[in-house]
Structures are given as structure tokens and as C-alpha cells.
């Protein structure tokens, strides 16, 4: 059974608020793929196809959620048009490397598992 109600749906445009914000007209709300809560901890995923790049802004986000202690983020390189493919997923760690972590769906989903056990075992703060 499938979760997603669309998979053929159109991504969100944001260009419409370009220029909201007057003293910075580029700033642009960004999307997130994939996120679980824990005991106010973040686990975020964003999804890239091998020659799909980052935006700039959504890369500086993305960083700077690393960079918090309560987020772990990670980029997945992969897709999930039908079956769900995963090549490689990285983890942005808070210094700001990138540390691959898995090589394969089943990877992510131990390492997304352990992720909870882990936020599950904190004290909620």
C-alpha cells in the first residue's frame, strides 16, 4: 500500500514569493521531503536524482538544520517513481561534511530505525 495519495503530483511553486520579504528579495520558502519527529528530535530527509542539483538557499537551510543539535539531515540519492530506489544517502553532519551512510533502501531504513531508537531512548525536552 502506498502512502502517497499522488505520485504524479506537481511540485509546490514558490516564485510568488519572491520579493516578499523587502530587505531580501531573493528569500524563497523551500520544500522538505522527508521528515520524522521524535521527543523534539528532527530526523530530515531531502531526495535528489543523480543529476538533480541543490538550490542554494535549500543547501544553506539544509546546513544550517545540521548544524542543531535536535536535526539530523540527510540527502538520499534515489528516487521513488515507482519502486523505491535508493544509490546512496549521505548524512550532513554539523561540520559540515558529508558522510555517506548507506548504499541502499534497506540501509536507510535500519539507519532511519536506529535514528528513532535513538531519539526515542532521549529525554524529551
Same mark, same amino acid.
Given at each position: 500500500?502506498?502512502?502517497?495519495?499522488?505520485?504524479?503530483?506537481?511540485?509546490?511553486?514558490?516564485?510568488?514569493?519572491?520579493?516578499? $520579504?523587502?530587505?531580501?528579495?531573493?528569500?524563497?520558502?523551500?520544500? #522538505?521531503?522527508?521528515? *520524522? &519527529?521524535?521527543? /523534539?528530535?528532527?530526523? =530530515?530527509?531531502?531526495?535528489?536524482?543523480?543529476?538533480?542539483?541543490?538550490?542554494?538557499?535549500?543547501?544553506?537551510?539544509?546546513?544550517?538544520?545540521?548544524?542543531?543539535?535536535?536535526?539530523?539531515? $540527510?540527502?538520499?540519492?534515489?528516487?521513488?517513481?515507482?519502486?523505491? #530506489?535508493?544509490?546512496? *544517502? &549521505?548524512?550532513? /553532519?554539523?561540520?559540515? =561534511?558529508?558522510?555517506?551512510?548507506?548504499?541502499?533502501?534497506?540501509?536507510?531504513?535500519?539507519?532511519?530505525?536506529?535514528?528513532?531508537?535513538?531519539?526515542?531512548?532521549?529525554?524529551?525536552?
Amino acid at each position: 500500500m502506498r502512502l502517497m495519495r499522488n505520485q504524479h503530483a506537481t511540485h509546490v511553486d514558490f516564485f510568488q514569493f519572491k520579493g516578499l $520579504i523587502e530587505t531580501n528579495p531573493k528569500a524563497t520558502p523551500c520544500n #522538505i521531503d522527508m521528515v *520524522f &519527529e521524535r521527543k /523534539c528530535k528532527f530526523f =530530515v530527509g531531502e531526495w535528489k536524482r543523480e543529476s538533480e542539483s541543490m538550490s542554494q538557499g535549500q543547501g544553506l537551510l539544509l546546513r544550517n538544520l545540521a548544524k542543531q543539535p535536535q536535526f539530523t539531515v $540527510i540527502i538520499i540519492q534515489g528516487n521513488t517513481d515507482g519502486e523505491t #530506489i535508493v544509490e546512496k *544517502f &549521505e548524512q550532513l /553532519c554539523s561540520d559540515g =561534511v558529508f558522510r555517506v551512510r548507506g548504499k541502499s533502501f534497506d540501509d536507510l531504513k535500519s539507519f532511519v530505525t536506529r535514528w528513532y531508537n535513538w531519539a526515542d531512548a532521549q529525554e524529551f525536552s
